[in-house]
């Protein structure tokens, strides 16, 4: 690319040049302004469904529906909360949708992990076997498995309770891909040294190569517990009573049903959806941006 | 491996007597497979019988007649040949489900792509806030789709919604987003967008992070500007993490079911119905065998899909 460029994308270019290396003007040390502008301007479309569900969830059901909307509330109430929890079942849809993601995250740390080792570091024959089958059912639409498994699911008497809403979730390949890539990363020499001091293969698993992957089962873990909190489909066949409902599910219903028109209670839901996720994420995000691009890259 | 280094992988260990190093090897190697199945079992029970073997299941429903009075006898029922296939391909609504699932994936994944490349390469050259705006970007992502559907239906109501409001300030009227049936899809399209771009936006700046300074670096001292240095130099580079992409988009899109689920009900008049929502209205009619004819049919496409696009986008070697 030796021909003409013209020079005033050339100052643009020293402008977007990251700070690395001696400046050579003092334009060069930061990007130009206006990605930033546009940045935030993105940034704001994002996020601003999100603050604006905060703003509303705290204003009384008439300010919602004021028009012109207001933007910060005018008067600030926590009734629509309140009813939430007193009135509606929110506290039970609340726990239910606790004890489903946390069993399911615990089931793929544990059986993901046993997996993924024996898949990086144990040999035994039909390994590539077992690797080739769990990998391959990814390309599978969720669809194709719904049918039977809500027929499986009925015949063992377990809809509409607690295990017919986990069993299905309990082992998922992305735990053993993620896990096995991990295990694959750490040195043999650590199992080797731990065989010569007479360590059972179990207790080396347990004890020794396990607590070393401290990162992967962080990000395995909050991809899993994010995916269970919102899961929708499965929790709406499955529970058949109000006992049984996951959060998602509730608030779909309610947001159908006969609270349809009280915004501003369906906006608190929304946010007793969002906000531990936002939270858990806000506090995890190290591990959940490098859980992306490991799932993604290798 | 960890005995890789004396003994090779998945050779069989010769039975009988041997000099005392291999019997050791053996032994070993025997306690190793042992571990590695007993490791592996619970997984692979829970997964034969929750994954692999309801694949196989649904598809042989999808030559039987079985229908939601057959659940406690799911072996009784008659073969029905390739009548669900014949019968879905005949079905006018099928076809407009189709139709609707393909706009969905063809708008949807450049747009999305397209989007999460501008931000990525935006963030990849900023220094100060990157954290802040990579989390701003990636929020739609974490949440879910009931509650963003609760707020985005809100938001989007034709007279009393934000959106319409701000729109009247400037003059505009605003339409009828979601009811009217030219706008209720591309509507849907849009706020997927919204939603899925954070993913793609990681994925492509944990790509960007990759492409060498040096490369960039060489092809300005040789006068290219910014835009030939992103087309000659980036672009390129870049190639498997935007197959990889443009992979996971359409795969999900393709199966696209949440979003008419919740906002429209995959109305108005169907506009916003999709190949997923047809299957779930299948199997809530009771029809189980052609709901699961459906969901092959969606698998194919999916395989189908999947191969152009590595046909279309793989590195050229």
Request: proline content about 7%; charged content about 15%.
């Amino acid at each position: 690319m030796t021909t003409y460029t013209p020079p005033p994308s050339r100052v643009d270019d020293a402008d977007a040049m990251p700070a690395v290396g001696p400046p050579r003007r003092d334009a060069e040390r930061s990007p130009s302004r206006w990605l930033y502008v546009v940045l935030t301007l993105g940034v704001i479309v994002m996020a601003l469904p999100f603050i604006w569900m905060l703003l509303s969830s705290v204003k009384p059901e008439s300010e919602v529906r004021s028009i012109p909307p207001t933007w910060l509330p005018e008067t600030f109430t926590l009734e629509n909360y309140g009813e939430l929890f007193d009135r509606l079942n929110f506290p039970t849809y609340f726990l239910n949708s606790t004890i489903v993601a946390v069993v399911v995250t615990l089931g793929n740390l544990l059986f993901g992990s046993m997996l993924g080792y024996a898949l990086a570091k144990l040999e035994f024959r039909g390994r590539r076997l077992v690797f080739v089958i769990v990998l391959g059912t990814l390309m599978v639409p969720g669809m194709v498995t719904f049918v039977p498994l809500f027929v499986l699911v009925s015949n063992m008497g377990l809809t509409n309770t607690f295990p017919g809403l986990i069993l299905p979730y309990l082992v998922a390949p992305l735990g053993v891909f993620l896990m096995r890539q991990y295990f694959v990363g750490l040195p043999d020499e650590l199992i080797q040294a731990a065989r010569v001091d007479g360590a059972g293969e179990l207790r080396i698993f347990w004890s020794v190569m396990l607590p070393l992957a401290g990162p992967a089962l962080a990000t395995l873990g909050i991809l899993t517990f994010l995916t269970s909190w919102n899961n929708f489909l499965w929790p709406l066949v499955v529970a058949q009573t109000e006992d049984k409902y996951t959060l998602p599910v509730a608030l779909a219903l309610y947001s159908v049903g006969q609270n349809a028109t009280q915004y501003g209670l369906l906006l608190a839901g929304a946010v007793v959806v969002v906000v531990p996720v936002i939270v858990l994420f806000l506090a995890v995000q190290r591990y959940f941006v490098q859980g992306i691009a490991m799932t993604g890259i290798k | 491996m960890a005995t890789a280094t004396r003994a090779p992988a998945g050779r069989p260990t010769p039975a009988g007597g041997t000099p005392g190093g291999r019997r050791r090897r053996s032994l070993l190697q025997r306690r190793q497979a042992r571990t590695a199945w007993l490791l592996a079992l619970p997984f692979l029970l829970l997964f034969a019988a929750f994954t692999v073997g309801p694949v196989f299941a649904s598809l042989f429903m999808s030559f039987t007649d079985m229908r939601s009075t057959d659940v406690r006898t799911p072996f009784a029922v008659d073969l029905a040949g390739f009548d669900n296939y014949t019968a879905l391909f005949q079905d006018e609504l099928f076809r407009k489900v189709a139709v609707n699932t393909a706009i969905f994936v063809v708008v949807g994944v450049p747009l999305t792509m397209v989007l999460a490349l501008a931000a990525a390469v935006g963030l990849n050259r900023i220094t100060r806030l990157k954290a802040f705006f990579r989390l701003g970007y990636y929020l739609p992502v974490v949440t879910s789709i009931v509650a963003v559907a609760v707020v985005w239906r809100f938001l989007l109501q034709p007279d009393t919604g934000p959106i319409n409001q701000l729109l009247s300030v400037a003059g505009i009227d605003g339409p009828d987003w979601l009811g009217d049936p030219s706008l209720a899809l591309p509507s849907l399209i849009v706020m997927a967008t919204w939603r899925n771009l954070g993913t793609l936006m990681v994925i492509f700046l944990a790509g960007l992070q990759t492409v060498p300074r040096e490369l960039l670096e060489a092809a300005e001292v040789d006068g290219a500007g910014r835009w030939q240095r992103f087309r000659h130099v980036t672009l390129p580079l870049l190639r498997p993490v935007l197959l990889f992409g443009a992979v996971i988009t359409g795969v999900g899109y393709l199966q696209v079911f949440e979003e008419p689920f919740v906002m429209t009900n995959g109305g108005p008049l169907n506009a916003t119905r999709s190949v997923s929502y047809y299957i779930y209205d299948q199997f809530s009619f009771g029809n189980y065998g052609y709901a699961a004819a459906a969901s092959y049919v969606l698998f194919v496409a999916i395989v189908v899909m999947t191969v152009l696009q590595f046909r279309l986008l793989r590195p050229k070697a």
